[in-house]
Nanobody, 123 residues
Framework: QVQLVESGGGLVQAGGSLRLSCRWS????????LAWFRKAPGGEREFVAL????????AYGDAVKGRFTISRDDAVNTVYLQMDGLKSEDTAVYYC????????????????WGQGTQVTVSS
C-alpha cells in the first residue's frame, strides 16, 4: 500500500505562483511514474503533469505547458508541482497519484491517490 499526502494549496492572485508538494509512504517501486491531476468544479479529473522514474522524462497537459513544472526528490519521497503564471481557470482540487505500471499515463492507470489540495486563483 502507498499513502500520498498533498500540501501547499491555497488562494493566490492571477499571475502568481504556488508550489504543491506530495509526500508518499509505503512500499512502492521508484521506477514507476508519479503524476498530478486536477478537478475543477463540475469538471472531470484531468491530467496536469507526469514524472517517470528519477531523472526520466516528464509530460504536461496542454493547459499548463510552459507554466507548470513537475519534479521529484526520491530521497525525501516527495513530488512537487511548481505552478507559475496562474490563471483563474487553474482553480481546482489538485491530486497527486502513483502508478504501479511503468508506462502509466491516463487517470485510470494510476493506482494510488492523495486526498487532494485546493488551489484557488482569483482574477
Amino acid at each position: 500500500q502507498v499513502q500520498l499526502v498533498e500540501s501547499g494549496g491555497g488562494l493566490v492572485q492571477a499571475g502568481g505562483s504556488l508550489r504543491l508538494s506530495c509526500r508518499w509512504s509505503g512500499v512502492w517501486d521508484l521506477n514507476n511514474p508519479l503524476a498530478w491531476f486536477r478537478k475543477a468544479p463540475g469538471g472531470e479529473r484531468e491530467f496536469v503533469a507526469l514524472h517517470r522514474y528519477r531523472g526520466g522524462p516528464r509530460a504536461y497537459g496542454d493547459a499548463v505547458k510552459g507554466r507548470f513544472t513537475i519534479s521529484r526528490d526520491d530521497a525525501v519521497n516527495t513530488v512537487y508541482l511548481q505552478m507559475d503564471g496562474l490563471k483563474s481557470e487553474d482553480t481546482a482540487v489538485y491530486y497527486c497519484a502513483a502508478a504501479t505500471r511503468l508506462f502509466a499515463r491516463t487517470r485510470d492507470e494510476f493506482d494510488y491517490w492523495g486526498q487532494g489540495t485546493q488551489v484557488t486563483v482569483s482574477s
